[in-house]
């Protein structure tokens, strides 16, 4: 298999639940089999915590109506929508992400915001998290080799995730380190 063809999981965050903004794009979300729940305006907000059943979310309209979905004991799937040709992102606590959201348990019982995406725009992100994007072509290539070599060592199939969003992993800021250098 190619590495363009690989995705990663990289966990996000770890908390008792959070407050998602209105987003700039639909989003659709999905249980944990994949099956459509809902699919969330741009302008409503979607709140999620946890609970012993597993994840717990409720939708906010602009209005304030809250409307809760039904718990989900094997996580939840985000996943943007994209329009008119444009590449969807998320929007996820002060930062924007490529790929989809899965939000599920830990064995501690807090959620894990595991953001699913393709190796190669990982990269982008990892390359301009790690090293600045003005610096020469063959030093940020020189970088993405090594990240790629280093991701490609951390997948882990059964594991909840493959890699963290921080230096404990890799340096990894979805969107906002994504430039035309790092991505060359």
Same mark, same amino acid.
Do not use: H
């Given at each position: 298999?190619? #590495? ?44 999620? #915590? @946890?609970?012993?059943? /597993? ?37 996820? /606590?002060?930062?924007?992400?490529? /790929? ?23 990269? @982008? ?7 600045? %994007? ?11 080799? @090594? ?11 059964? %594991? ?7 230096? @404990? ?16």
């Amino acid at each position: 298999m190619c #590495s363009s063809d690989l995705s990663v999981r990289v966990l996000l965050a770890a908390s008792s639940g959070w407050e998602l903004p209105g987003q700039a794009f639909p989003l659709r979300l999905l249980d944990g089999r994949q099956r459509l729940l809902r699919l969330l305006a741009p302008d409503e907000r979607l709140s999620l #915590s @946890a609970s012993s059943a /597993g994840v717990v979310a409720a939708v906010v309209s602009p209005d304030g109506a809250t409307r809760r979905l039904p718990g989900q004991a094997a996580g939840l799937w985000l996943e943007p929508v994209a329009e008119k040709g444009e590449q969807a992102f998320l929007a996820f /606590g002060k930062e924007r992400y490529r /790929g989809r959201l899965l939000i599920r348990l830990n064995q501690a019982g807090s959620l894990m915001a595991i953001n699913q995406l393709p190796l190669e725009t990982y990269l @982008a992100s990892v390359v301009g998290s790690e090293m600045p %994007a003005t610096w020469p072509l063959a030093a940020l290539q020189a970088q993405a080799v @090594a990240a790629r070599t280093y991701a490609l060592s951390q997948l882990k199939p059964t %594991a909840a995730y493959d890699l963290k969003s921080t230096v @404990a992993s890799q340096a990894y800021r979805g969107l906002a380190a994504e430039t035309d250098s790092t991505r060359a």
